[in-house]
């Protein structure tokens, strides 16, 4: 009964909100989980569109998400969490409605890249605003294992998805943004029926504090945040390499098809789905940072090894070293910003940590695309330049550390 009582606890079965909110994001993944794989081969085989373009259409897909996070923070803060959820829930089924209208319709592509940069605002609204709810149904100490049981749920759709993808894309390309739809359909009644505020996280403020607000939220005075945060870029430079280079890579050098990708992607879901619990225990007395640290070697490790990869197998054995970073790096960077974050505040400092993490993902695609370019795909060459941008996170993460353990006030450990 103990041993069954304590594997309860471990999975915070009890805890009801986190679980609703994890499974409304595992819906929503299986449907993007399907389309990631196969938007760099979409633009570049079916809109005809070159290969460094389409780092540039990446590109502006995170920028505009980065714009989108603050501003989905500050509902998340001011509007409440379930507010924000159902807004972000309602624009993406709306521009992938509009999405699959103009497939269907013959369109030409500009419209599909505008509806496409546009998708940004569905997750830039969504997330901080799951993140946030995440920290507000759990305490402290809990919190990394909250994040580790959010991030699996949302993973099993992840693992499902591309495969459900590689079925689709075999009879064409817009049924998978058809899945896409639906699935945000479902997250939306899903938010609607399941998800409540867990108390009021609204900030009441009067119009004044209100218009000081919404120039401060742009703001950010907290030295540990900017340092973590750009940190956060830095690694998301190297993450982002995940959909647009490191697909177009193996399909022409890696020896697959292009369907094959669903298959690699696949590995990414289910090592989340199997690792990341048992990831998340074998770390649990460790500094925060530290795993941080560790995962970002696993990150690098696993993109180098790609340039020597050629054949599904050992593509999906790299893509495993890759999520073993994940699995380390995600669910302590969650939590290491909350932690920063005053309690009024959650939402606002993780949207600023998730804008920088737009911004790496803004860039990344873009430096990633042209290195295949100018490099001709030479492996060596694209992953060990890559990698440099995991070193100077790692530097990053260290100055943290150090600027933590100097101060003089009484800090949270991170």
Do not use: C, H
């Not at 005053?342 to 911004?359: I, L």
Request: without cysteine; aromatic residues 12%; glycine residues 8%.
């Amino acid at each position: 009964m103990m041993k069954d009582k304590d594997w309860r606890e471990d999975l915070m079965l009890g805890n009801r909100p986190l679980w609703s909110i994890g499974v409304a994001v595992m819906i929503r993944s299986i449907g993007f989980g399907a389309t990631w794989p196969f938007m760099a081969i979409f633009f570049t085989r079916y809109l005809r569109i070159p290969i460094y373009e389409v780092g540039a259409i990446f590109a502006m897909l995170a920028i505009s998400g980065v714009f989108f996070q603050i501003s989905g923070g500050y509902l998340s803060d001011f509007r409440g969490r379930r507010f924000s959820l159902l807004l972000g829930s309602a624009s993406g089924i709306a521009i992938y409605t509009s999405i699959i209208t103009l497939l269907f319709s013959g369109a030409p592509a500009l419209p599909i890249v505008v509806l496409f940069i546009l998708t940004s605002v569905s997750g830039s609204i969504i997330f901080p605003a799951a993140n946030a709810y995440v920290a507000d149904v759990t305490l402290p100490f809990e919190r990394t294992r909250a994040y580790s049981i959010y991030r699996i749920l949302a993973n099993t759709g992840w693992a499902a998805g591309p495969l459900m993808g590689s079925i689709l894309f075999r009879y064409g390309i817009v049924w998978i943004f058809v899945l896409v739809d639906m699935t945000l359909l479902l997250q939306f009644s899903t938010l609607y029926l399941l998800v409540r505020e867990k108390r009021d996280t609204r900030v009441r403020v009067n119009r004044m504090e209100g218009i000081r607000e919404r120039f401060s939220m742009l703001l950010v005075y907290d030295s540990s945040l900017l340092i973590f945060s750009a940190g956060t870029f830095l690694l998301m430079m190297l993450v982002s390499q995940f959909s647009v280079t490191l697909p177009e890579y193996v399909v022409v050098k890696g020896a697959i098809s292009a369907d094959q990708l669903g298959y690699i992607y696949a590995v990414n879901g289910l090592v989340v789905m199997l690792g990341q619990f048992p990831t998340t225990s074998l770390v649990r007395r460790m500094r925060e940072t530290d795993v941080v640290i560790i995962g970002t070697l696993f990150y690098m490790l696993g993109y180098f090894l790609v340039a020597f990869s050629s054949g599904l197998i050992p593509l999906m054995a790299d893509m495993a070293i890759i999520t073993t970073g994940e699995n380390l790096t995600t669910p302590s960077m969650n939590s290491i910003v909350s932690k920063l974050a005053p309690q009024d505040r959650v939402g606002r400092y993780m949207a600023f940590n998730g804008m920088a993490n737009s911004a790496g993902r803004a860039m990344g695609p873009t430096v990633g695309s042209l290195l295949l370019f100018l490099f001709s795909y030479n492996g060596f060459r694209v992953w060990s330049f890559m990698d440099v941008f995991g070193i100077a996170s790692i530097i990053l993460i260290l100055t943290l550390q150090r600027k933590r353990g100097t101060s003089p006030q009484k800090l949270p450990s991170i």
